[in-house]
C-alpha cells in the first residue's frame, strides 16, 4: 500500500520561487549597473584622448571631449583641463541613481610636454 503524501509540501516549490524572486532582482540590478560602469569607463577613456589629441592639435580640448561622448552621456560628465593633461569622469546611468557617483569612471590623458618654439 502506498503512503499518502505529505500535505506540507503542497506548494513547496512555490514559495522557494517566490523567495529566490528578490534575489534574483537584486544580482540583476548588480550586474546591469557593472556593466554600465564598465561602458562609462570606455567612455571616458575615448573622451580624454580626443582632449588630448586636440591640445596637440590647439583646438578646444573640452569641445573635443564632450563631443567624443555619446550623447546621453554628456549631462552625466565632467571634463576639467589642467595644462597639458585632461581628465573625463563619466557617472553611469544606474538604477538606483546614488549607485551612479559611487561607479564614476575618471580616466585622464596627457598631451606631451609643450612644445618648443
Excluded: N
Aim: no cysteine; net charge positive.
Amino acid at each position: 500500500m502506498k503512503a499518502p503524501p505529505f500535505r506540507a509540501e503542497h506548494g513547496q516549490s512555490s514559495v522557494e520561487l517566490v523567495a529566490l524572486l528578490p534575489l534574483t532582482f537584486v544580482v540583476g540590478v548588480a550586474i546591469m549597473a557593472l556593466l554600465a560602469a564598465r561602458s562609462a569607463s570606455g567612455e571616458a577613456a575615448a573622451a580624454a584622448q580626443a582632449g588630448a589629441m586636440a591640445l596637440i592639435q590647439d583646438a578646444d580640448p573640452t569641445a573635443a571631449a564632450r563631443a567624443a561622448l555619446p550623447a546621453p552621456s554628456r549631462h552625466r560628465s565632467e571634463i576639467h583641463v589642467h595644462g597639458r593633461r585632461i581628465t573625463v569622469t563619466v557617472r553611469p546611468a544606474t538604477q538606483p541613481r546614488f549607485l551612479g557617483g559611487a561607479l564614476a569612471a575618471t580616466t585622464s590623458a596627457d598631451a606631451g610636454p609643450e612644445p618648443r618654439p
